[in-house]
């Protein structure tokens, strides 16, 4: 498989979205998986967002993020709790692996 170009996109890309890139960090090794994970703020993403296979983002920013991804083929995650790991392990399976 090769490298999966993902974003955590937060209002200011600072604490909680590097806490959420640790996690994913550790979540995608623990399932094999190869990923870049880089850390966005909400007015930054729209330049990246081509290039990207997802982007992980908390609920409140949700619809701002689909808004910024239409007419791309990136795959906008929402996440509600940074911290739990197995719920993170279930949205990559069920929003990024689903083929």
Known sequence: MEKLKIAVCCTFGAGSS????M?????FKRMGLNA????????????V???L???YTSAALITQI???????NTVVIPVVDYF????????????????
């Open 18 to 21: 590097m806490m959420l890139k």
């Open 23 to 27: 996690n994913l960090d550790s979540v």
């Open 36 to 47: 870049d994970v880089e850390v966005h703020d909400i007015s930054s993403i729209s330049g």
């Open 49 to 51: 967002i081509s290039g």
């Open 53 to 55: 296979d997802a982007i």
């Open 66 to 72: 689909e808004d910024t991804a239409r007419n791309t």
């Open 84 to 99: 739990n790991l197995q719920k993170l392990e279930e949205l990559t399976k069920e929003h990024l692996l689903k083929d």
